[in-house]
């Protein structure tokens, strides 16, 4: 009887200690947001917003909206481990005067594996208030771009 309690109180004990999942909806829901503005001025002000932070601009797809960049990889002095970050962005026109766009920053450490090379772990990063920051410098870049534009 005290083993089956011994077992039972561990598997909450690990379940407890496990991170809560978003679903994908929820995830969604954090990582998309829309803009009033023109395509082109959603996608060059999101260029401008990720170099401004400074990332890499790796791959872009205007006709598809897809941009991809990524940060180099940082060394921590306490640590000495290795992380790089990533961002992948898609930007497409909903209707006359909006766009949609959903931006997901992976978090990667890279990992030595001595005489096996290399390896990199990679997560996704929710944190709201990271997005919501970048989604306010687009917001001011499309701003300024459209009252330029007239």
């Not at 897809?66 to 209707?95: D, L, M, N, P, Y």
Request: net charge positive.
């Amino acid at each position: 009887m005290k083993r089956i309690l011994l077992v039972s109180m561990l598997g909450m004990f690990l379940c407890g200690c496990a991170g809560a999942q978003l679903s994908s909806i929820q995830r969604r829901n954090i990582e998309a947001k829309q803009f009033e503005g023109s395509f082109d001025n959603a996608f060059k002000a999101t260029l401008a917003v990720l170099q401004d932070r400074g990332f890499m601009v790796k791959h872009t797809d205007y006709s598809a909206g897809v941009i991809q960049a990524e940060t180099g990889v940082k060394r921590s002095f306490w640590t000495g481990r290795e992380t790089k970050f990533t961002v992948s962005v898609t930007i497409e026109q909903f209707g006359e005067n909006v766009v949609k766009e959903r931006i997901t920053f992976l978090k990667g450490r890279v990992v030595d594996a001595g005489q096996y090379g290399r390896s990199e772990n990679s997560n996704i990063i929710e944190d709201p208030t990271l997005l919501q920051e970048i989604y306010n410098e687009i917001q001011k870049e499309i701003f300024v771009r459209q009252n330029l534009n007239k």
